[in-house]
Protein backbone atom coordinates (compact mmCIF):
# COMPACT_ATOMS: atom_id res chain seq x y z
CA UNK A 1 0.00 0.00 0.00
CA UNK A 2 0.96 3.54 -0.88
CA UNK A 3 1.79 5.59 1.93
CA UNK A 4 -1.06 7.91 3.68
CA UNK A 5 -1.31 11.65 3.63
CA UNK A 6 -1.68 13.55 6.66
CA UNK A 7 -0.15 16.68 9.49
CA UNK A 8 1.24 15.53 12.34
CA UNK A 9 2.95 17.46 14.69
CA UNK A 10 5.39 17.28 18.19
CA UNK A 11 5.42 19.72 20.65
CA UNK A 12 7.58 20.19 24.04
CA UNK A 13 6.03 17.76 26.31
CA UNK A 14 3.25 17.83 23.25
CA UNK A 15 2.99 15.10 20.55
CA UNK A 16 3.48 14.31 16.65
CA UNK A 17 0.83 15.01 14.26
CA UNK A 18 1.10 14.20 10.82
CA UNK A 19 -1.73 14.87 8.12
CA UNK A 20 -2.07 13.33 4.65
CA UNK A 21 -4.57 14.55 1.89
CA UNK A 22 -6.09 11.91 0.06
CA UNK A 23 -9.14 10.15 -1.55
CA UNK A 24 -10.09 6.52 0.09
CA UNK A 25 -13.50 6.96 -1.15
CA UNK A 26 -13.26 8.46 -4.48
CA UNK A 27 -16.86 7.37 -5.60
CA UNK A 28 -16.88 6.96 -9.41
CA UNK A 29 -20.59 7.82 -10.03
CA UNK A 30 -22.48 5.45 -12.44
CA UNK A 31 -23.18 7.53 -15.27
CA UNK A 32 -22.34 9.22 -18.88
CA UNK A 33 -21.26 11.96 -15.85
CA UNK A 34 -19.46 9.43 -13.79
CA UNK A 35 -15.98 8.84 -15.01
CA UNK A 36 -13.17 8.68 -13.12
CA UNK A 37 -13.91 11.19 -10.72
CA UNK A 38 -17.65 11.66 -11.83
CA UNK A 39 -17.12 13.90 -15.06
CA UNK A 40 -14.26 15.09 -14.35
CA UNK A 41 -10.36 14.79 -15.50
CA UNK A 42 -8.99 16.85 -12.65
CA UNK A 43 -10.11 18.50 -9.73
CA UNK A 44 -7.25 21.22 -8.02
CA UNK A 45 -7.34 22.51 -4.52
CA UNK A 46 -4.41 24.45 -2.94
CA UNK A 47 -4.06 23.76 0.74
CA UNK A 48 -2.58 27.60 2.22
CA UNK A 49 -2.89 26.73 5.88
CA UNK A 50 -4.31 24.33 8.43
CA UNK A 51 -5.77 25.20 12.43
CA UNK A 52 -6.97 23.75 15.04
CA UNK A 53 -8.76 24.28 18.32
CA UNK A 54 -9.90 22.14 21.61
CA UNK A 55 -12.99 23.58 20.98
CA UNK A 56 -15.95 22.21 18.65
CA UNK A 57 -17.76 25.51 18.77
CA UNK A 58 -15.08 28.13 18.41
CA UNK A 59 -15.29 30.85 16.02
CA UNK A 60 -12.76 32.05 13.55
CA UNK A 61 -11.36 35.52 15.71
CA UNK A 62 -11.97 33.44 19.22
CA UNK A 63 -8.70 32.79 20.54
CA UNK A 64 -6.79 29.36 21.51
CA UNK A 65 -6.30 28.58 17.89
CA UNK A 66 -2.77 26.92 17.27
CA UNK A 67 -1.92 27.25 13.18
CA UNK A 68 -0.10 24.17 11.67
CA UNK A 69 2.62 25.76 10.02
CA UNK A 70 4.15 23.32 6.97
CA UNK A 71 6.61 24.27 4.84
CA UNK A 72 5.19 22.44 2.18
CA UNK A 73 2.69 24.99 1.61
CA UNK A 74 0.80 26.22 -0.23
CA UNK A 75 0.54 23.04 -2.16
CA UNK A 76 -1.28 22.54 -5.09
CA UNK A 77 -2.81 19.06 -5.38
CA UNK A 78 -4.65 16.82 -7.59
CA UNK A 79 -7.25 14.84 -5.91
CA UNK A 80 -8.13 12.67 -8.96
CA UNK A 81 -4.14 11.36 -8.65
CA UNK A 82 -4.98 10.35 -5.03
CA UNK A 83 -6.57 6.92 -5.62
CA UNK A 84 -6.03 3.56 -4.26
CA UNK A 85 -3.81 4.28 -1.38
CA UNK A 86 -2.12 6.76 -2.58
CA UNK A 87 -1.87 9.89 -0.66
CA UNK A 88 0.15 13.50 -0.54
CA UNK A 89 1.87 14.09 2.62
CA UNK A 90 1.19 17.54 3.62
CA UNK A 91 3.76 17.11 6.44
CA UNK A 92 4.10 17.39 10.18
CA UNK A 93 4.26 19.78 13.15
CA UNK A 94 4.00 20.60 16.83
CA UNK A 95 0.99 20.64 19.18
CA UNK A 96 0.84 20.57 22.85
CA UNK A 97 -0.79 17.64 24.45
CA UNK A 98 -4.69 17.47 24.42
CA UNK A 99 -7.99 16.63 22.40
CA UNK A 100 -8.99 18.81 19.52
CA UNK A 101 -12.10 18.82 18.21
CA UNK A 102 -12.36 21.24 15.38
CA UNK A 103 -10.12 22.08 12.13
CA UNK A 104 -9.78 24.73 9.30
CA UNK A 105 -8.35 23.66 6.34
CA UNK A 106 -8.03 27.27 4.14
CA UNK A 107 -7.51 27.18 0.39
CA UNK A 108 -5.48 29.96 -1.61
CA UNK A 109 -7.54 32.23 -3.38
CA UNK A 110 -8.40 32.06 -7.05
CA UNK A 111 -6.11 34.53 -9.43
CA UNK A 112 -8.19 35.91 -12.63
CA UNK A 113 -5.98 33.81 -14.86
CA UNK A 114 -4.82 30.52 -15.77
CA UNK A 115 -3.58 28.01 -14.05
CA UNK A 116 -6.01 28.33 -10.99
CA UNK A 117 -5.15 27.75 -7.53
CA UNK A 118 -8.64 25.86 -6.89
CA UNK A 119 -9.98 24.67 -10.54
CA UNK A 120 -12.00 21.78 -11.96
CA UNK A 121 -11.76 20.16 -16.03
CA UNK A 122 -14.60 18.85 -17.03
CA UNK A 123 -14.40 15.43 -19.43
CA UNK A 124 -13.82 16.59 -22.64
CA UNK A 125 -14.01 20.44 -21.03
CA UNK A 126 -11.54 23.19 -20.66
CA UNK A 127 -10.41 23.85 -16.92
CA UNK A 128 -12.56 26.36 -14.98
CA UNK A 129 -12.03 28.44 -11.70
CA UNK A 130 -13.68 25.88 -8.84
CA UNK A 131 -15.29 28.74 -6.65
CA UNK A 132 -14.78 28.10 -2.91
CA UNK A 133 -16.09 31.33 -1.25
CA UNK A 134 -15.40 30.27 2.45
CA UNK A 135 -11.97 28.05 2.53
CA UNK A 136 -10.00 31.16 1.47
CA UNK A 137 -11.21 33.05 4.62
CA UNK A 138 -12.44 31.68 7.70
CA UNK A 139 -11.34 28.20 6.08
CA UNK A 140 -13.07 24.77 5.92
CA UNK A 141 -14.87 24.07 9.14
CA UNK A 142 -14.02 20.19 10.00
CA UNK A 143 -15.14 18.70 13.19
CA UNK A 144 -12.71 16.30 14.35
CA UNK A 145 -11.96 14.13 17.08
CA UNK A 146 -8.12 13.91 17.45
CA UNK A 147 -5.85 13.21 20.87
CA UNK A 148 -2.35 14.23 20.92
CA UNK A 149 -0.35 12.59 23.58
CA UNK A 150 3.27 12.97 24.80
CA UNK A 151 5.97 12.18 22.83
CA UNK A 152 3.16 10.41 20.37
CA UNK A 153 2.59 10.41 16.31
CA UNK A 154 -1.02 11.26 15.30
CA UNK A 155 -1.37 10.01 11.73
CA UNK A 156 -4.39 11.14 9.99
CA UNK A 157 -5.85 11.69 6.97
CA UNK A 158 -7.86 14.12 5.43
CA UNK A 159 -10.15 12.13 2.59
CA UNK A 160 -11.52 14.20 0.32
CA UNK A 161 -14.44 13.17 -1.49
CA UNK A 162 -13.67 15.66 -4.69
CA UNK A 163 -16.51 14.09 -6.54
CA UNK A 164 -19.34 15.08 -3.71
CA UNK A 165 -17.47 18.15 -3.26
CA UNK A 166 -18.08 19.56 -7.25
CA UNK A 167 -21.26 21.09 -7.76
CA UNK A 168 -21.77 22.22 -10.78
CA UNK A 169 -24.31 25.62 -11.60
CA UNK A 170 -26.96 24.54 -14.24
CA UNK A 171 -25.77 25.24 -17.76
CA UNK A 172 -23.65 28.97 -16.69
CA UNK A 173 -20.28 26.52 -16.78
CA UNK A 174 -19.32 27.39 -13.70
CA UNK A 175 -18.62 25.24 -10.38
CA UNK A 176 -19.02 25.59 -6.78
CA UNK A 177 -16.82 23.65 -3.52
CA UNK A 178 -19.12 22.24 -1.18
CA UNK A 179 -16.42 20.01 0.54
CA UNK A 180 -17.19 16.09 1.91
CA UNK A 181 -14.28 15.59 3.94
CA UNK A 182 -13.51 12.84 6.44
CA UNK A 183 -10.68 12.82 9.07
CA UNK A 184 -9.86 9.44 9.64
CA UNK A 185 -6.75 8.04 11.61
CA UNK A 186 -4.32 6.71 9.18
CA UNK A 187 -3.92 3.24 10.78
CA UNK A 188 -6.81 2.26 11.91
CA UNK A 189 -8.27 -1.85 12.41
CA UNK A 190 -8.27 -3.32 9.45
CA UNK A 191 -5.85 -3.92 6.54
CA UNK A 192 -7.10 -3.76 2.85
CA UNK A 193 -8.74 -5.07 -0.06
CA UNK A 194 -7.50 -5.05 -3.71
CA UNK A 195 -7.85 -7.09 -6.29
CA UNK A 196 -7.57 -6.34 -10.82
CA UNK A 197 -10.64 -5.66 -13.08
CA UNK A 198 -9.58 -6.33 -16.62
CA UNK A 199 -11.32 -4.49 -18.77
CA UNK A 200 -12.45 -1.53 -16.56
CA UNK A 201 -13.69 1.88 -18.74
CA UNK A 202 -13.35 5.51 -17.16
CA UNK A 203 -16.87 4.94 -15.63
CA UNK A 204 -16.10 1.87 -13.92
CA UNK A 205 -16.40 2.04 -10.05
CA UNK A 206 -14.77 -0.25 -7.47
CA UNK A 207 -16.32 0.22 -3.68
CA UNK A 208 -16.10 -1.63 -0.42
CA UNK A 209 -19.83 -1.84 1.22
CA UNK A 210 -21.25 -2.65 4.91
CA UNK A 211 -25.15 -3.45 4.80
CA UNK A 212 -25.71 -0.89 1.56
CA UNK A 213 -22.96 1.29 3.08
CA UNK A 214 -20.24 2.58 1.30
CA UNK A 215 -16.98 2.44 3.22
CA UNK A 216 -14.33 2.41 0.70
CA UNK A 217 -14.87 3.46 -3.21
CA UNK A 218 -12.06 3.99 -5.88
CA UNK A 219 -11.50 3.54 -9.78
CA UNK A 220 -9.27 1.00 -11.22
CA UNK A 221 -5.75 1.73 -12.59
CA UNK A 222 -5.36 0.97 -16.05
CA UNK A 223 -1.82 1.32 -15.78
CA UNK A 224 -1.71 -1.11 -13.50
CA UNK A 225 -3.70 -4.12 -15.12
CA UNK A 226 -6.95 -2.52 -13.30
CA UNK A 227 -5.27 -2.77 -10.16
CA UNK A 228 -7.49 -1.14 -7.32
CA UNK A 229 -6.88 -1.36 -3.84
CA UNK A 230 -8.89 -0.07 -0.59
CA UNK A 231 -7.19 0.77 2.47
CA UNK A 232 -8.18 1.84 6.42
CA UNK A 233 -10.61 -0.36 6.77
CA UNK A 234 -12.82 -0.98 9.94
CA UNK A 235 -13.26 -4.44 11.03
CA UNK A 236 -16.67 -5.65 11.01
CA UNK A 237 -18.17 -9.15 12.48
CA UNK A 238 -20.10 -8.87 8.79
CA UNK A 239 -18.12 -9.52 5.74
CA UNK A 240 -18.26 -6.81 3.19
CA UNK A 241 -19.38 -6.78 -0.59
CA UNK A 242 -17.22 -5.44 -3.15
CA UNK A 243 -19.51 -3.92 -5.82
CA UNK A 244 -18.34 -2.95 -9.48
CA UNK A 245 -20.41 -0.50 -11.47
CA UNK A 246 -20.05 0.67 -14.90
CA UNK A 247 -23.34 2.05 -16.65
CA UNK A 248 -22.03 0.09 -20.00
CA UNK A 249 -20.83 -3.14 -18.42
CA UNK A 250 -22.94 -3.83 -16.03
CA UNK A 251 -22.68 -4.60 -12.05
CA UNK A 252 -20.69 -7.02 -10.43
CA UNK A 253 -20.60 -7.85 -6.19
CA UNK A 254 -18.44 -10.00 -4.32
CA UNK A 255 -20.26 -10.99 -1.47
CA UNK A 256 -18.70 -12.42 1.71
CA UNK A 257 -15.45 -10.42 1.48
CA UNK A 258 -13.26 -10.33 5.30
CA UNK A 259 -11.20 -7.46 6.46
CA UNK A 260 -8.31 -8.73 9.24
CA UNK A 261 -6.01 -6.63 11.27
CA UNK A 262 -2.86 -8.86 9.90
CA UNK A 263 -3.49 -8.83 6.19
CA UNK A 264 -4.44 -7.56 2.89
CA UNK A 265 -7.33 -9.57 1.70
CA UNK A 266 -6.89 -10.02 -2.12
CA UNK A 267 -9.72 -10.76 -4.05
CA UNK A 268 -8.15 -11.90 -6.86
CA UNK A 269 -4.85 -11.71 -8.71
CA UNK A 270 -3.74 -9.79 -12.48
CA UNK A 271 -4.40 -13.65 -14.16
CA UNK A 272 -7.59 -13.37 -12.80
CA UNK A 273 -9.18 -10.50 -13.08
CA UNK A 274 -12.11 -9.61 -13.10
CA UNK A 275 -13.79 -9.68 -16.77
CA UNK A 276 -16.97 -7.09 -17.53
CA UNK A 277 -19.75 -8.00 -20.18
CA UNK A 278 -21.44 -4.98 -21.89
CA UNK A 279 -24.68 -4.42 -20.59
CA UNK A 280 -27.76 -2.40 -21.64
CA UNK A 281 -28.03 1.02 -19.69
CA UNK A 282 -30.96 3.51 -19.19
CA UNK A 283 -30.91 7.47 -18.16
CA UNK A 284 -32.41 8.26 -15.24
CA UNK A 285 -33.03 12.25 -13.97
CA UNK A 286 -33.82 12.81 -10.12
CA UNK A 287 -34.40 16.30 -8.95
CA UNK A 288 -34.82 17.93 -5.25
CA UNK A 289 -36.84 20.99 -5.08
CA UNK A 290 -38.55 23.01 -2.72
CA UNK A 291 -39.65 25.62 -5.09
CA UNK A 292 -36.00 25.99 -6.42
CA UNK A 293 -32.98 23.92 -5.86
CA UNK A 294 -31.86 22.60 -2.84
CA UNK A 295 -28.17 22.80 -2.97
CA UNK A 296 -27.42 20.14 -0.27
CA UNK A 297 -29.68 17.80 -1.00
CA UNK A 298 -27.59 14.22 -2.31
CA UNK A 299 -29.07 12.25 -4.98
CA UNK A 300 -28.31 8.26 -4.21
CA UNK A 301 -29.55 5.13 -6.82
CA UNK A 302 -29.31 1.87 -4.79
CA UNK A 303 -30.65 -1.91 -6.26
CA UNK A 304 -31.40 -5.03 -4.39
CA UNK A 305 -29.89 -8.13 -3.71
CA UNK A 306 -32.65 -9.72 -1.76
CA UNK A 307 -34.18 -9.36 1.61
CA UNK A 308 -32.07 -7.16 3.35
CA UNK A 309 -29.66 -6.63 1.13
CA UNK A 310 -28.76 -4.26 -1.36
CA UNK A 311 -26.01 -1.82 -2.72
CA UNK A 312 -25.21 1.11 -3.45
CA UNK A 313 -24.40 2.27 -7.30
CA UNK A 314 -23.92 5.70 -7.53
CA UNK A 315 -24.32 9.24 -5.23
CA UNK A 316 -23.99 12.85 -6.08
CA UNK A 317 -24.88 16.61 -4.95
CA UNK A 318 -27.49 17.85 -7.18
CA UNK A 319 -27.00 20.72 -9.52
CA UNK A 320 -26.85 23.97 -7.32
CA UNK A 321 -29.47 25.79 -9.97
CA UNK A 322 -31.69 23.17 -11.13
CA UNK A 323 -31.65 20.74 -8.51
CA UNK A 324 -31.14 17.64 -10.58
CA UNK A 325 -28.63 14.48 -10.80
CA UNK A 326 -28.38 12.54 -14.06
CA UNK A 327 -27.11 9.58 -13.89
CA UNK A 328 -26.76 6.14 -16.77
CA UNK A 329 -27.51 2.93 -14.76
CA UNK A 330 -26.89 -0.44 -16.39
CA UNK A 331 -30.37 -2.66 -16.54
CA UNK A 332 -29.11 -6.21 -17.32
CA UNK A 333 -29.61 -8.39 -14.26
CA UNK A 334 -26.29 -7.92 -11.32
CA UNK A 335 -23.74 -11.11 -11.76
CA UNK A 336 -23.11 -11.87 -8.03
CA UNK A 337 -19.99 -13.89 -6.44
CA UNK A 338 -18.37 -15.11 -3.31
CA UNK A 339 -15.32 -14.43 -1.87
CA UNK A 340 -12.63 -17.10 -2.29
CA UNK A 341 -9.78 -17.14 0.61
CA UNK A 342 -7.46 -19.29 -1.62
CA UNK A 343 -7.76 -17.00 -4.81
CA UNK A 344 -10.06 -19.87 -7.25
CA UNK A 345 -11.53 -18.18 -9.89
CA UNK A 346 -14.93 -16.26 -9.05
CA UNK A 347 -18.04 -18.21 -10.38
CA UNK A 348 -21.06 -15.54 -11.45
CA UNK A 349 -24.64 -15.98 -11.53
CA UNK A 350 -26.82 -13.43 -12.26
CA UNK A 351 -29.42 -11.85 -9.61
CA UNK A 352 -32.47 -11.93 -12.12
CA UNK A 353 -34.57 -9.84 -9.89
CA UNK A 354 -32.20 -6.64 -9.97
CA UNK A 355 -32.29 -6.52 -13.70
CA UNK A 356 -33.65 -2.69 -14.60
CA UNK A 357 -35.14 -2.15 -11.00
CA UNK A 358 -33.78 0.46 -8.71
CA UNK A 359 -34.30 2.71 -5.75
CA UNK A 360 -33.41 6.37 -5.85
CA UNK A 361 -33.58 8.39 -2.77
CA UNK A 362 -33.45 11.82 -2.06
CA UNK A 363 -31.02 13.01 0.91
CA UNK A 364 -31.42 16.49 2.70
CA UNK A 365 -30.01 17.21 5.72
CA UNK A 366 -32.35 18.19 9.11
CA UNK A 367 -35.43 16.13 7.10
CA UNK A 368 -36.43 12.38 6.65
CA UNK A 369 -35.24 11.04 3.61
CA UNK A 370 -36.78 10.18 0.52
CA UNK A 371 -37.23 6.76 -1.91
CA UNK A 372 -38.99 5.97 -4.46
CA UNK A 373 -38.72 2.66 -7.08
CA UNK A 374 -37.49 2.95 -10.28
CA UNK A 375 -38.09 0.13 -13.09
CA UNK A 376 -36.07 1.19 -16.58
CA UNK A 377 -37.65 -2.20 -18.18
CA UNK A 378 -39.81 0.50 -20.33
CA UNK A 379 -36.78 3.08 -20.86
CA UNK A 380 -35.58 6.52 -19.20
CA UNK A 381 -37.09 8.14 -16.76
CA UNK A 382 -37.41 10.92 -14.40
CA UNK A 383 -37.93 10.99 -10.97
CA UNK A 384 -38.84 14.31 -8.38
CA UNK A 385 -38.35 15.12 -5.10
CA UNK A 386 -40.48 18.05 -2.95
CA UNK A 387 -39.86 19.46 -0.13
Not at 107 to 126: D, F, I, R
Not at 191 to 207: E, I, K, L, R
Not at 325 to 339: E, G, I, K, R
Request: aromatic residues 6%; hydrophobic residues 40%; glycine residues 8%.
Amino acid sequence: MAPGCGVSGYAVAGGLWRWWLGRLQRHAAAGADGCPACGYDHVYVTVDSVKVHQSASAGENDPGWYPITLPSLPKRIDLLELRNGLLEELGQTALPVGRYTQMRLVLSPNSTSLPYANAVTPTGGAQAALTTPSAQQSGLKLNVDIEIEPGKLADFVLDFDACKSVVSAGNSGKFNLKPVISVLPRFIDGMAVDGYVANSSPYTSVSLQLNGVVVRSTVPDPLRQGYFALPYLPISSANYDLVIADPGRGTRVVSAVPVTPMAITHVNSANQAIQLANSNAQGLVASATAGNAIPDATISVHQSLGTDREIELASRTVDSVNGSSSFTLATDPVQVATYSPTLAPLSWLPYNASAAQFSVRSNVPGTPIQSQPVDLRIGSTQVNFSY
